[in-house]
């Protein structure tokens, strides 16, 4: 097929893309050429900005395609200007949405596809609407899209990121055996999905008409929780990794431009069901090793720089001190009450 993936360089993207290379499609892309890795020589890219509709429909309109991908759409605006550019003009459009639709707060765990919509930031209420109008357009007149899902996906065009979030520093931190922070008890499960396997989900969806008018989840089947995840990523820089638990709360109230993402999904347990894809799409079957792929992005993090040094950002050692000295506080604030009564 002659399939066009709006973005295409960025990190769940590129997975996309070497699928579709995998199965011989014909790959174009559209991207603003800003992104620090070009795709190789030979795929060819046209340059435009998404959001910048009418030059955007009009290089479309210029274009034949089997099939597009968007990967760079937000909102109604980014999905009236979609349907304006592809309308009665493809076999498949698959849209790339995000689980962030259906909360948080989230509903239950192992949510499927109908669980109720409950997006609360501008992002996860921005890909309601887009994906609501894309639906409406099938329902009226057949537009074959497919909605897809993400959860977590990572990969090389994004940095490997932590539960407590702050700066890249974390990388570092574990690379010289410093401890590392972690939320309340490090139990809550999260589904960590490789870009890889995330693209031959994408892939295997084309052309397929019962996926069209349907949206499904792609997570990992298997979720994991953020201390395994940080220990996966020690694994995978041949250190152990010390970590520190403090309550979510505390983190939040000392630095909530660091830590103000625990008050979001982050700080949950997240968990969306598989089982409507691995169903419809049974290509669709993650086999990634973790520690393999974190090798991976981690090597793609470095290449670009993108590992903060630690030694230039105090605040994670000066919290663990605080935290390692409570229980003392605790126990004379202790003793000093018993003296008192
Ligand atoms: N990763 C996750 O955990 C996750 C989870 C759920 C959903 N998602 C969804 O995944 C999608 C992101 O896909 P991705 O990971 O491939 O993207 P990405 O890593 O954010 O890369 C963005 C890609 O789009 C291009 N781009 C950005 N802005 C553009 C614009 N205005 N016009 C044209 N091209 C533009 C970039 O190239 P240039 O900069 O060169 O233009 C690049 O190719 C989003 O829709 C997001 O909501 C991701």
Redesign the pocket.
Known sequence: MKVL????????????VAALQNQNHEVT???????PDPPTSDIRVIH?????YTD?EDKMHSETFDAVI?????NEEDAASALRAFRYRIEHFVQ?????TYGPPFSGINLDEEAPLNGQSK?GLG?IAADKLLLEAYRKDGFPVTIF??????GP??DVQRQVGGNNSWIDRLRQNKPILSAGDGLNYFQF?S?HDAGVGFQSALGRSKCFGEVYNIPHPKPRTWDQWHHAVAEALDVEAQIIHVPQDILIAIAPENFGGLSMNFGHTQIFSSTKITKDIPEFQPKQNLVQSLKENIAWMDKHGRVNRSCNDDLEDRIISAIKTLPKLFENNEKTLVNNN
Not at 30 to 35: A, D, E, T, V
Not at 48 to 52: E, K, L, S, V
Not at 149 to 154: A, L, N
């Open positions: 993936v709006i973005g295409g360089t960025g990190n769940i993207s590129r997975g996309i892309l559209f991207n603003r050429g800003k992104h435009g900005d998404r959001h910048q955007f968007d990967m760079i759409s937000f790339c949405s995000t689980v962030m992002y890909k899902k993400p959860s977590y996906t990572y065009g994004m999905l870009s």
